[in-house]
């Protein structure tokens, strides 16, 4: 029996919603949330909307990324925990900084300007997107689109290729 505390990296730029409340938190049996956003960190407007958004019963940390670093590498509690970042740009700052990271879910990543290659419903690249993966790929980190528990897995890493 694994008693590791299971933890999901996910990449989803609307953090906490549908898909995460009633699809992964209940699969992984998440005791925590930790979204990694300087920018968050630092709204009081949407910090009070994430903790409206959040289960009952299920802790919140909205962290800056310096703070997340100290607390994801070391510091984090014994339940499981889900870490969520807006963007591809946010995780890879991270692991280049040391965050330790095994694998990556990517969730939602809309269409917006710019966003020229298209994986799946709800993953949309930039070339700024592509080289962040290839980079979070090279560190050897597993990369998987996948929008709930139940979704097949796509090898992303084989859909940018193919892109071009």
Not at 129 to 156: Q, Y
Request: negative net charge; hydrophobic residues 45%; charged residues 25%.
């Amino acid at each position: 029996m694994n008693l590791m505390p299971v933890t999901l990296f996910r990449i989803d730029d609307r953090l906490i919603h549908g898909q995460v409340v009633e699809a992964w938190v209940p699969h992984l049996r998440a005791d925590e949330i930790v979204v990694v956003s300087d920018e968050i960190a630092s709204d009081e407007v949407r910090r009070t909307i994430m903790r409206f958004s959040t289960p009952e019963g299920v802790g919140l940390r909205i962290l800056g990324s310096a703070d997340a670093l100290d607390y994801l590498n070391g510091a984090a509690g014994a339940g499981n925990t889900l870490v969520l970042f807006p963007g591809l740009k946010e995780a890879a700052e991270m692991i280049s900084r040391g965050l330790k990271i095994g694998s990556l879910n990517i969730g939602g990543m809309h269409y917006s300007a710019g966003k020229n290659v298209s994986i799946g419903k709800a993953i949309f690249l930039s070339e700024e997107d592509c080289g962040h993966l290839k980079f979070i790929s090279r560190a050897g980190i597993e990369v998987e689109g996948r929008g709930v528990p139940t979704d097949k897995p796509i090898n992303l890493m084989e859909a940018i290729k193919q892109d071009g």
